[in-house]
């Protein structure tokens, strides 16, 4: 069955089931992206929740977006995938290009956001790395860090720089120094550059900022 779309604003022509040995690829699509390897997740995904987003084709059936929910399906051993169908007056590298500019993945700040809310709508390899950080330095800094915008890189200055010092239990000190003085960079070229680990510890003990100047080489 498929289903017409009536609105003249849209370029679909309608929706449908497509056998997968019908599908061809776009020539400009990058072919590395769809190589087993770099599939092991989306296959994962997709065997659990199965085919969340239509692939969107010509009516010549090339792919225009969606190759490697493609690959995927071919690797899950699937006949067919949901597609929707563009006219074939509309310019398939156009969408192509469009889609793809549209895309927005989640950033750092976003994904500390979501686990604050669920810890299992992260990727598990975040979900631990957020757990990790809430164990040591505690869940109030954590939202500090989400509300403020920063992502998970300050608090591992903010280790970073505990370590650094030799006291490994400054880094919830540290953290909240950063998030009130910044200065991500400049902390980053100071410990490049080997500053003495008490010029860290007076700022943090007197809340300030640090002084520095980089050495610039002759």
């Not at 071919?74 to 895309?103: F, K, M, P, T």
Request: glycine content about 4%.
């Amino acid at each position: 069955m498929t289903t017409e779309l009536l609105s003249k604003s849209t370029p679909i022509v309608n929706r449908k089931l497509i056998p997968l040995d019908r599908l061809t690829n776009a020539p400009w699509n990058p072919p590395r992206r769809i190589i087993p390897a770099r599939l092991r997740k989306l296959v994962d995904s997709m065997e659990r929740l199965g085919l969340l987003n239509a692939v969107v084709i010509s009516q010549n059936n090339q792919i225009i977006e969606g190759h490697r929910r493609v690959a995927a399906a071919r690797l899950l051993g699937w006949q067919d995938v949901e597609c929707v169908v563009i006219r074939d007056d509309e310019d398939a590298s156009a969408i192509y290009s469009s889609v793809n500019e549209s895309v927005a993945k989640h950033s750092g700040n976003d994904l500390i956001m979501v686990w604050l809310k669920n810890h299992d709508a992260v990727p598990e390899r975040w979900a631990a790395t957020f757990a990790a950080m809430k164990s040591d330095i505690g869940l109030r800094l954590v939202q500090s860090i989400a509300r403020e915008g920063w992502t998970y890189s300050i608090y591992q200055i903010a280790r970073r720089l505990a370590n650094y010092c030799e006291c490994p239990g400054l880094a919830r000190d540290f953290t909240r120094w950063l998030l009130e003085h910044g200065q991500i960079a400049t902390v980053r070229q100071m410990l490049l550059q080997g500053v003495a680990p008490a010029i860290f510890e007076k700022a943090l003990e007197a809340n300030k900022p640090v002084a520095f100047q980089a050495v610039v080489g002759e």
